[in-house]
């Protein structure tokens, strides 16, 4: 390992404790089982550097994968939850620090006055750089009012939100069926979900009250780059179609054209290759904004393939050294404080 790794800020894993708790609280059949059981790198550590020890000059950035915390169990036992994963993170990173330059916190997000509580002693006493919201609290939006206090107490603290896709079967994709069919919730409606969250920050003035959040979009920012010129030209006409909603006084208050807000997001690499996607979310977010992420470690090789063609893709983008400097490592750095004295 160089003193200039490569940095992936989406590396998914369950530590030990963390799955074994949530096990226990969980039904039997319940989501994990059958996903963890194929994936053993999201466990057993050995495996996972396996994984790693297959590629130079690379570190990770850890969070918890799937299911939200608020998913598992009810509040308080949800806080439980999410102080084992914290401390099992911020031990990871302590223990293995040229394998894990850092971690995310997972949170109570269905006890808010615990999730404030959890914030703070993630940062300020675990040491973990940044926290993780879904795009849905248990189907309420992340601009629900009493959540709030959230964005309040992460933009205090100057950490970056990683912002993950949490859209399950339910709700189907026609009003008259039961859930989503063929994995389309997951391979569509992630990025539709990562979209929707994105847009309702917005118009709500979550971006207006707290204009330092940084938030890290999965997935390249979802549907976004690749509808630029939509959105633009779209949210110009914005309120001309909607006859029982002002949305032109709604409009008056943002401080910017909805598009703008849009490119005050981050977003990570995580699209499992393809150079012109990347090309066109690096178009749009700039060489500020986004970050390698591979999404490790959900595909058939346990990670290493997502890896692998990420940083091959990355590789093959027409954009400047400079900017695949940016992308690999240095926009990681900045964001999370991670020189020396940083944070």
Known sequence: MTATPRIDISAHILPRRYFDAVAAVSPR??????????????????????????????????????????????AGKSAELARIANEELAALVARHPDRFVAAVAGLPLNDVAATLREIDYAVRRLGLRGVQLFTHIDGKPLDAPELSPV???????????????????????????K???YEIWHVFGWP???????????????????PTLKVITHHMGGTVPFLESR?????????????DEDYGAL??????????????????????????????????FGAEHVLFGSDMPFDAEGGSR????????????TASPEAKRRILR????KLLGLEPGGR
Request: charged share 20%; hydrophobic share 45%.
């Open 29 to 74: 059949g319940f989501y994990m089982q059958k996903r963890v059981s194929a994936i053993p790198t999201l466990v057993d550590l050995d495996a996972r550097f396996r994984v790693l020890d297959q590629f130079d000059d690379y570190a990770q950035v850890l969070s918890l994968a799937l299911p939200p915390i608020e998913a598992v169990a009810p």
């Open 151 to 177: 964005f309040e107490a992460v933009a205090e603290l100057n950490v970056p939100i990683w912002l993950h896709p949490a859209r399950g079967a339910t709700p189907p994709d026609y009003p008259g069926e």
């Open 179 to 181: 859930k989503s069919l």
């Open 192 to 210: 539709f979900d990562t979209t929707i969250a994105m847009t309702r920050m917005i118009f709500s003035g979550l971006l207006d009250r707290f």
């Open 231 to 243: 959105i633009k030209n779209a949210y110009d006409q914005f309120g001309t179609r909607t006859a």
């Open 251 to 284: 409009l008056r208050t943002l401080r910017k054209h909805p598009h703008d807000y849009y490119r005050m997001f981050y977003a990570d690499t995580a699209l499992y290759g393809s150079p012109p996607a990347l090309e066109c979310g690096l178009a749009f």
């Open 306 to 317: 997502y890896i692998r063609q990420t940083l091959g893709a990355i590789d093959q983008m």
């Open 330 to 333: 240095e926009n990681a750095v």
